[in-house]
């Protein structure tokens, strides 16, 4: 099969457009259940905690597969023919069905980005397990920009595993070698561990979340240890102009906090594709090549 795939590069292409179109669908699920369901977890958590008797709310628990989709407006549940993604948002004019309340954009343009993303990944990679990986890394990046965007979060659900994988993948030989991730991680985290510690002993406050910390030990034990300061460089520069961009178009404070996982993932997934040409442009610039 895989023979085939790479012989016939349009039946690839094709492979790649139709599956980022349907998990984006699904990343929609995630990005907007997983911070509920986590919610619902910490609440649980604390009632046990405080020996406080929880409430029966008697609804059905909230989980990546119940209740079924529905329009959040009037409850409709969303019909198979509703839910082809990008498609169905088109054929209903962003509107839903029964009560003609507007669909958010968001959910077409995340799917249509997780295909654009996965599509790309041809330029690079082979119908091999080195393609699976990167698929998972983008399809990851792309839950957890979005998901930090609104909460502000990145979830351990996701970070953990990724790095886990990350791992699991250099061992099978797919990625960079085990010694090369491994080592990713340690420094990845490491690193912002570090840089989070300076700027609380110096200030009082805390910069960045745990979270940053996992992401960035994900994207090391995916790209290896190399790859670190590239993505810390290129994640710095963009959040810096976001930040600035951000702060002059809405007016708000420089303590206003902004998520950094969205620039990490970004510079992640830059590294995926063309790491080795930057860093062989940032060697040559700096004369270390020499």
């Not at 004019?93 to 507007?102: D, H, L, M, N, T």
């Not at 910390?213 to 959040?239: D, E, H, N, R, T």
């Amino acid at each position: 099969m895989l023979e085939i795939l790479n012989q016939h590069n349009w039946l690839l292409l094709s492979c790649l457009l139709s599956l980022g179109l349907v998990v984006g669908s699904f990343l929609n699920v995630v990005i907007y259940r997983l911070p509920l369901m986590m919610e619902s977890r910490w609440r649980r958590d604390c009632c046990e905690l405080l020996e406080i008797e929880k409430e029966a709310a008697g609804d059905t628990p909230l989980t990546l597969s119940t209740p079924n989709s529905h329009c959040p407006h009037c409850k409709t549940p969303i019909k198979p023919w509703q839910n082809i993604p990008v498609f169905s948002y088109l054929f209903l004019a962003g509107k839903c069905s029964e009560c003609g309340v507007r669909i958010s954009i968001r959910y077409p343009l995340v799917e249509l980005t997780t295909a654009v993303l996965t599509l790309a990944l041809a330029w690079q990679y082979d119908a091999s397990a080195a393609l699976l990986g990167a698929m998972i890394f983008t399809w990851s990046l792309v839950a957890l920009t979005m998901i930090d965007v609104d909460h502000q979060l990145l979830p351990d659900d996701i970070t953990l595993p990724l790095m886990w994988l990350g791992i699991a993948f250099s061992l099978a030989g797919a990625t960079v070698s085990l010694q090369d991730s491994v080592l990713g991680a340690m420094l990845g985290y490491l690193s912002l561990w570090s840089v989070y510690w300076l700027f609380k002993l110096a200030t009082g406050k805390e910069g960045m979340g745990y979270g940053d910390f996992k992401l960035l030990a994900a994207l090391g034990a995916w790209l290896g240890w190399q790859s670190i300061p590239i993505i810390i460089l290129l994640s710095s520069l963009v959040g810096a102009v976001c930040g600035i961009a951000l702060m002059i178009a809405t007016r708000r404070g420089k303590d206003i906090p902004i998520p950094f996982g969205p620039y990490l993932a970004m510079a992640g997934w830059i590294a995926l594709m063309w790491g080795d040409q930057l860093m062989g442009y940032y060697l040559g610039a700096s004369g270390l090549n020499t």
